[in-house]
């Protein structure tokens, strides 16, 4: 007896991706927001933060925009060769930073570098590894925005898309294994949660409860590709359930949010708890990087849209409104922040190439006869 054939797709035929209006995200879900666009606060959600530290959180993501405005200055006019700008992002890596304790240890992705900085890593000492010159601390052998700062507890990123999840989980167990009363962030973007690594890393963080919080910055594209077509499911914070962990959803444009909800992942964490997904739910204005154009694959509505929902102007409007900022703040914090980065622009060019022993440093603890030989050789020619 013939078996009956399954009803044939037409050629080409495939779900259409979900969509939503511009600045809107895909997805229901509510998330936890504390500062409105107009720079009012839910009082029931403040985190309580002290006027100084609200004042250091707005400094610092100022400093990182003009940072990255400049070193994309310095990209287009041949100075450096690439760079991954953060435009738009500030909060959600700010605010989750912020809200960790120098001894915890950070593994990012591409656009966690303002987390070096803010755990020490010198202006000029930044840009220099955007040159690869003998400034840089990896002497030209990593790609720009891979910075590494063990004194800071920064891990050095790699390109490969979501490794640093497993790292980072990694990481965390050890710490618990041996007693260590630390905390693991660990960074990634949207498009890495397609990765093995994510799912790996999730299933392990979850059932050895290593001390760790999983940090995902859903900026809405993994290059060209939209959120919509990365993930059927309605949010990426609801993936942590499969593997038994708590998550939350936060408006990653707000800075309160993004600190409160690190702040009490941490705290899980440090007490024994086990991990914590977030999903930051934020938006990347520019190109993924100075190679891309945006334009090719996105609507400008969007952009646009995305724009009135700045995460800078949010805690400025909020700063102005409590009486603790004024125009001629603004001005002064601009003109030194300008005067900061031209300084160390200026250093960091002034630095000559890699000393020529560095070839063959850093790959053996002790160089090997043949790898001597090899650098003896090169000299000679």
């Known amino acids: 007896m013939a078996r009956k054939s399954a009803p044939r797709r037409k050629s080409g035929s495939r779900k259409a991706p979900r969509k939503s209006a511009p600045g809107q995200v895909a997805g229901s879900a509510r998330m936890l927001s504390v500062l409105k666009e107009d720079g009012s606060l839910d009082p029931n959600r403040d985190p309580g933060l002290p006027t100084e530290t609200l004042l250091h959180l707005y400094e610092t993501m100022v400093r990182v925009r003009e940072f990255d405005r400049r070193m994309l200055v310095l990209q287009r006019q041949g100075r450096i060769g690439f760079y991954g700008p953060i ?105 890495a949660t397609s990765a093995n690594d994510f799912h790996s890393g999730m299933n392990f963080a979850a059932v050895y409860k290593a001390p760790c919080v999983l940090i995902c910055q859903n900026n809405q594209w993994a290059i060209s590709v939209p959120i919509s077509m990365q993930s059927a499911s309605e949010t990426l914070a609801m993936k942590a359930d499969a593997y038994g962990m708590p998550s939350v959803r936060v408006d990653g444009n707000d800075v309160l949010a993004v600190y409160a909800a690190t702040r009490e992942a941490a705290q899980r964490a440090r007490q024994g708890d086990g991990p914590t997904f977030l999903e930051l739910v934020t938006y990347r204005r520019l190109g993924h990087s100075s190679s891309d154009d945006p334009s090719r694959y996105r609507d400008e509505a969007e952009v646009a849209a995305w724009e009135q929902r700045d995460p800078v102007e949010r805690l400025r409007r909020h700063l102005e409104q409590a009486g603790n900022w004024s125009a001629d703040d603004e001005q002064g914090l601009q003109d030194r922040i300008a005067a900061e980065v031209n300084e160390a622009i200026r250093e960091a060019e002034a630095a000559g190439p890699p000393a020529r022993e560095t070839l063959i440093t850093d790959v053996f ?9 090899d650098y003896r050789d090169w000299l000679a020619d």
Not at 112 to 125: D, I, K, T, Y
């Open 365 to 373: 603890a002790e160089p090997t006869p043949g790898l001597l030989a």
């Open 87 to 191: 435009l738009g992002q500030e909060a959600a890596t700010v605010g989750s930073v912020a809200a960790l304790e120098d001894r915890d240890w950070i593994f990012p992705a591409l656009r966690e570098g303002a987390a070096a900085l803010m755990r020490g890593l010198p202006l000029h000492v930044a840009i220099a590894q955007l040159i690869g010159n003998d400034l840089d601390r990896c002497k030209g052998r990593q790609m720009p925005c891979h910075y590494t700062f063990k004194e800071g507890n920064y891990y050095g990123m790699s390109s490969v898309i979501g490794t640093q999840i497993s790292h980072a989980v990694g990481a965390a167990m050890a710490a618990r294994l041996r007693g260590d009363d630390v905390v693991v962030a660990g960074y990634m973007g949207d498009g």
